[in-house]
């Protein structure tokens, strides 16, 4: 129970009213118990003494003590209503502000839908629990304690019979406890995993329908919705072993108690008055006895939603803010990679650094062309200047400071990025744009006016002027990530942003890859202005963006083995040849230089096809008798 | 206003025939979720009604014993003491056992209907239209298959359990009341009034507020999962003090309508409990004049207000789960819309199979506009003769992936009709569809999981081997060997452990592994490095040898492996013919040809 133990640092100054909650319900409770006393001294006395004036006080008593009850029934909840919700607000933004903060490695290993399952599900069921289950199981064990006092102080021999064959359900809560938690874990853990697949169908419908494997996709939910299914029924299974230990043990002793007690007073060692009291105390015990199972499932369920909590917010941020930030008023922008190793925390120790041992310096205002092959960690190193990732070896620096010695949201407004992918928001265009420049956002006329300017601006140099004359202008909402635009349009739009963020240092992964030759060509003269006076990494595919740079690396094997102007590097590199040579100047190459010969890749290829399409007539013939049975 | 679909869904009031509308729906959807389990929840009533009965009996047995048991005992005669204390041990027991029966039954049930529903949910979603998913969201489908169904699962798991013991609890309450004194039954069948005013008053104010919940955690799961998908972006723009600003609102949206809900309860609980303590006193002081006349025993007075005092027992916890009925009804309300709602693009009621496509494609008048008022592909004809490669070309936003849209059916033409070997592609059986026309889309979109299950979308059923050639034809093959795990290596979320190019040569693996008669490249090597390029152009001019395939680059290298070239501006076909012919003339592909060879080295 140490994990619902730490949440009272998110219930903090909401405790009073928790403990004035418990206090109502407690008193309430007592209340309760107390009626049968009442009761005891009716049977007693007037309905004894056929005193039927008497008999009104009493009953008069007995609703007094029932108003007070439901008054503090009420304060019970009412107490809470407030403080209990506001604790689940509190941790829902403390849950989503750390992850924001944790480092983009963190997100790289999450499953999506299990973080989402700890933000919406567990935390209101953590808020349930504190509001009610706490409560009431608080609540519920004192009364049930006082009152099994009281049935003692009543007759000592009925309420240890009482008590004595009670003792089984402490067993049987104890081994329930054990089964239940692990259940409790697996089930929530497999809703997150669900929540994951869920989210994974929709983000990847377009896959899924242009291969047509809706169905497929749903088997594969469908496996995971029945292990869900499983570990639920084998929780409720559980919960009847523990129903039948709550209500047969009880039912053992009341009877008992009954047989024994009525013995009692045949014998005269008991007023009936006495017996009748018992047994409505006894009554009252009932349902707090009857919620153990419930309460105790229910604080499990809580404890578990409590550790996925916290294994999130316990997460140790490896990329944080230093103690001391340095500070660059106005950078120049000189950019320096200095021995950079980096590898990614999966990778296996067999494997050597992903980045091992880059040099490379951009001097201020220059642009600088990244090439390599695919999958040679050009994305990863441009990742590293703005500390998407830490380097594992060696030092990133900006003006000769290391990037690490930054605040990151400092470090971010120097050096501004276009991904590979647009990743846009479903926000307005506007909103997506001035993304870097949160205070251009208000309404004031003088902002809005700077921010229309940087706008066109930004807009102009990406090429994206059709945004004008979208149905809603700039205030058009581009949808989901930008699915409502074309391939090019995103692009555009993303290398907007990163140009009206104004930074020192514009780092775009390969920002011209959906764009036509035309408008790339255009793309690209505008931004030569602007580049003048910006240093720039480009990481580039294809000769012409090779041409915006003033430099290119060539990045080879985690290093980078050269450094030149675009021709120099054509004259001297034969790797940069390879990786930059285009198909038909290779082509042309090949057929004067020698002979080519049948290459062995198509051959492969078009065995793979026979014996595909092959497979393809057979598989038809299965599946047309299937449908033709279904029809018949 | 309409509130058929998710129309009108973020609203939290509806007019009464709207309401009406709303409800005959979720119940139907209800009803339609049951309708399977109904021996299972015969079952369960009967056990339900047993246990209840069961228990009711207690207070019953004790009145019995000491009414009957203590003057017996005096006379020696232990019969009536032994039937009190055996009879309740007896109910105990069979209270218990039978509850654990229900217990048991009612999960198989709720998640009988919860799976049921999760499918169809999932199903519907699938088949819903593109156009559907880009104006709902991501974040909306994913909080109707999460959060709202939580809520119902919270219904059926633990407030179903209670609501409904309680109630047959109530009613058996009553009817034994009713039975060992009936004027105290009357008493409590009076009170009966006062409640039903209480949970109608109840049930009015909570139903709009439940109705907000669900929008406002609509838009909390929207707005997170936004922020998770982007959340490079995020941090790289600062957006994270923005986000948290305007998710704090959500958050507080939210707790807002909750502690309204809550607020509600703290109202309608402890007018519970007053009506429940002034029923019994009530019954105390009326039937303590009867016992004072004699004309009642002591042991049934003390039965009758134990009884009325159990009566209300439930209601606690009945309100407690009242609360998880209404969520869950609001939940239902808005799924049993997702579920109306009809994909636009239909599938065929009298489907047309083709089992062996040769892959002639033709656009007939076909015209095409996203939103009404503006056509992005004015109307058109066009034959695409099987077996012909197209390169598809012109500047962005010129419609090009639009056009292939249309020939995967992910949009249906808003005028005219595509046609695939003569059968209108609205027509064709969706199997013989998909498998005749795939598409590679220009978001390389990789599912989390292996390599080869990626791959292996193209043909579920494929071997490993299959597998390890597809990828070997487009080239993928060596890199994938030296990923830790090889083919069986988890590419993370969105193929987020592997580099852009990389993604794109597994998609394009799974393309080659489906086999399609018709297959669209959409921009499919945008972000390939030359010499992969290379790879794929081989494997393709091999590939293509004998399908239909529209290929859609800017990438000019492969108009050489096209029979024809088509270039379009503004929505138009401008131009169209052999690479050599357009070369050679003084159109716009001469034009963007001479700069794409002038980017050359
Ligand atoms: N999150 C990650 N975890 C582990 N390995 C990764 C991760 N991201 C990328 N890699 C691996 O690191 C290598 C470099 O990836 P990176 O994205 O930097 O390549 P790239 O040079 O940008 O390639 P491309 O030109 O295709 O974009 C790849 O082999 C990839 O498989
Ligand atoms: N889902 C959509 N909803 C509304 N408009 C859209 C949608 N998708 C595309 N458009 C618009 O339709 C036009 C054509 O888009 P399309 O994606 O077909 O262009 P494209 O030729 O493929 O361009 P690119 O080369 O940039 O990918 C664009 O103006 C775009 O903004
Ligand atoms: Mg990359
Ligand atoms: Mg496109």
Not at chain 1, 401 to 417: G, N, P, S, W
Not at chain 1, 476 to 499: D, I, K, N, Y
């Amino acid at each position: 129970m140490r994990a619902l133990w730490r949440l009272r640092a998110f219930v903090g100054p909401a405790m009073p009213a928790f403990v004035g909650s418990m206090l109502a319900a407690l008193v309430a409770q007592l209340i309760a118990l107390t009626i049968p006393q009442v009761l005891q001294q009716i049977v007693d006395g007037p309905l004894a003494n056929r005193d039927a004036a008497a008999v009104v006080p009493l009953a008069l008593l007995v609703f007094g003590l029932g108003a007070v009850e439901a008054l503090l029934y009420g304060l019970r909840r009412w107490l809470v209503v407030g403080p209990g919700t506001r604790v689940e607000a509190r941790m829902r933004n403390t849950l989503y502000a750390k992850l924001q903060d944790l480092p983009v490695n963190f997100h790289d290993k999450w499953p999506s839908g299990q973080l989402l399952s700890r933000a919406v599900s567990d935390l209101g069921l953590i808020r349930r629990w504190l509001s009610f289950g706490l409560v009431l199981t608080v609540v519920n064990v004192i009364v049930i304690i006082v009152g099994v006092g009281i049935l003692m102080s009543m007759n000592w021999l009925l309420g240890l019979i009482f008590l004595v064959c009670s003792l089984p359900l402490w067993w049987a809560g104890y081994r329930f406890e054990g089964r239940y938690s692990e259940k409790s874990r697996l089930s929530q853990d497999q809703a997150g995993d669900l929540a994951t697949a869920v989210e994974e169908s929709v983000h990847g419908i377009r896959v899924l329908k242009a291969f047509g494997r809706g169905k497929h996709a749903l088997s594969n939910f469908r496996s995971q919705a029945e292990s869900l299914r499983s570990t639920e029924i084998a929780k409720a299974r559980l919960d009847a072993d523990i129903w039948v230990w709550i209500m047969v043990v009880p039912a053992i002793a009341l009877s008992i108690c009954l047989t024994v007690g009525i013995w009692l007073a045949a014998q005269g060692q008991l007023s009936v008055g006495e017996l009748v009291a018992f047994f409505a105390t006894a009554t009252v015990l009932a349902w707090p006895i009857e919620s153990i199972g419930f309460m105790l499932a229910f604080a499990l369920d809580a404890r578990t939603a409590t550790d996925r909590f916290f294994d999130i917010i316990d997460s140790e941020n490896t990329i944080v803010d230093p103690a001391e930030p340095r500070s660059l008023d106005r950078p120049r922008g000189e950019l320096a990679f200095t021995d950079v190793h980096f590898r990614y925390q999966d990778s296996p120790e067999r494997f050597g650094d992903l980045l091992d041992g880059i040099d490379l310096v951009l001097t201020p205002g220059e642009t600088m062309a990244l090439v390599g092959l695919t999958g040679c960690g050009k994305t990863t190193l441009t990742a590293l200047t703005t500390r998407l990732y830490d380097v594992t070896g060696g030092s990133v620096t900006l003006d000769g400071v290391d990037v690490r010695a930054f605040k990151r949201e400092e470090l971010r407004t120097h050096i501004a990025m276009a991904f590979e992918d647009a990743t846009l928001f479903s926000a307005s265009v506007r909103e997506n744009v001035l993304l870097g420049r949160p205070e251009l956002a208000g309404d004031d006329p003088s902002v809005r006016a700077e921010a229309d300017r940087v706008l066109e601006q930004a807009l102009a140099i990406a090429q994206a002027a059709f945004a004008y004359d979208l149905p809603e202008g700039l205030d058009t909402r581009v949808g989901e990530e930008g699915m409502s635009l074309s391939g090019g349009q995103r692009q555009r739009l993303a290398l907007a942003r990163a140009v009206a963020a104004k930074p020192a240092v514009l780092v775009l992964d390969d920002p011209l890859s959906a764009l036509d030759v035309t408008t790339e060509a255009k793309v690209e003269a505008a931004l030569r202005e602007i580049l003048a006076s910006t240093t720039a990494l480009i990481v580039a595919h294809r000769p012409s963006t090779v041409m915006l740079a003033d430099r290119v690396a060539l990045m080879e094997d985690g290093r980078i083995t050269a450094v030149g102007t675009h021709s120099e590097l054509l004259r001297e590199s034969e790797h940069y040849r390879f990786v930059i040579t285009s198909l038909e100047e290779d082509a042309r190459l090949a057929a004067t230089v020698e002979d080519p010969g049948p290459d062995p890749a198509p051959e492969t290829a078009s065995q793979t096809e026979q014996t595909i399409a092959a497979e393809f007539e057979a598989e038809a013939r299965a599946e047309r008798a299937t449908r033709e049975e279904a029809t018949r | 206003m309409s509130v058929t679909g998710v129309q009108g869904e973020e609203r939290d009031e509806y007019s009464k025939t709207e309401s009406a509308q709303i409800r005959a729906r979720s119940r139907a959807l209800l009803g339609s979720l049951l309708a399977p389990l109904h021996a299972k929840l015969w079952v369960t009533a009967a056990a339900i009604v047993v246990s209840s009965a069961a228990q009711v009996a207690g207070p019953a047995l004790i009145a019995y014993g000491i009414d009957q048991g203590i003057p017996a005992l005096i006379n020696q005669n232990w019969f009536p003491v032994a039937f009190a204390g055996l009879a309740y041990l007896f109910t105990g027991l069979i209270g218990g056992v039978l509850i654990a029966t229900y217990i048991r039954i009612s999960a198989r049930i709720s998640q009988a209907v919860l799976i049921d529903l999760r499918t169809r949910v999932f199903l519907h979603t699938q088949r819903l239209s593109l156009e559907f998913h880009e104006s709902y969201t991501s974040g909306r489908i994913i909080s109707r298959q999460t959060s709202d169904l939580d809520a119902i699962r919270e219904l059926l798991d633990e407030g179903l359990t209670l609501l409904v013991r309680g109630l047959m609890y109530m009613v058996f309450t009553a009817v034994m009341l009713l039975i060992i004194d009936a004027p105290s039954g009357l008493v409590l069948l009076a009170s009966l009034i006062p409640l039903g005013i209480l949970t109608r008053w109840f049930q009015l104010r909570s139903q709009a507020q439940f109705r907000r919940s669900r929008v406002a955690s609509a838009r909390l799961i929207v707005q997170f999962v936004e922020t998770m998908t982007g959340i490079r972006a995020v941090k790289a723009f600062r957006k994270e003090k923005r986000n948290e600003e305007e998710f704090g609102r959500l958050v507080e949206d939210y707790r807002g309508v909750n502690a309204r809900v809550l607020g509600l309860f703290a109202v309608f609980n402890p007018g519970l409990a007053l009506i429940g303590n002034t029923a019994v006193a009530v019954t105390l002081l009326w039937g303590g004049f009867r016992v004072v006349d004699g004309s009642l025993e002591v042991g049934v007075l003390l039965a009758a207000v134990l009884y009325t005092k159990r009566f209300f027992d439930p209601m606690e916890d009945m309100a407690m789960f009242y609360n998880g009925y209404q969520s869950a009804s609001s939940a239902l309300e808005k799924i049993s819309g997702v579920l109306e709602e009809q994909p636009s693009v239909p599938d065929p009621a009298k489907p047309v199979d083709l089992w062996k496509a040769e892959g002639t494609v033709r656009f007939d008048g076909v015209r095409f506009a996203y939103t009404p008022d503006r056509d992005v592909l004015p109307e058109f004809d066009l034959e695409i003769p099987a077996g012909q490669t197209i390169a598809l070309v012109g500047s962005t936003g010129a419609g090009k992936t639009t056009l292939a849209k249309l020939i995967s059916r992910f949009y249906d033409p808003s005028d005219g009709r595509v046609s695939l070997d003569g059968v209108d592609l609205r027509d064709l059986h969706p199997k013989d569809l998909r498998r005749a026309i795939v598409m590679v889309t220009q978001e390389a979109y990789l599912f989390s999981g292996t390599v080869a299950d990626n791959i292996a979308i193209g043909k579920p059923d494929a071997t490993l081997d299959e597998i390890k050639d597809a990828a070997r034809a487009v080239g993928a093959h060596d890199f994938i060997e030296s990923l830790p795990n090889g083919y069986d290596s988890d590419v993370n979320k969105r193929g987020g452990r592997v580099s852009a190019g990389q993604r794109q040569l597994i998609s394009f693996a799974r393309a080659f592994l489906a086999d399609p008669a018709v297959l669209i490249l959409d921009e499919a090597t945008s972000s390939l490095d030359i010499p992969s390029e290379r790879l794929v152009q081989q494997a393709l001019q091999t590939l293509l040898a004998d399908r239909t395939a529209v290929i859609i680059a800017h990438r000019l290298s492969t108009v050489s492996i096209a029979d024809r070239v088509l270039v379009m501006e503004h929505g138009r076909i401008v131009e169209d013919g052999s690479p050599e012919q357009l070369i050679a003339g003084t159109g716009r592909f001469a034009q963007l040809h001479a700069a794409w060879r002038d980017s050359l080295v």
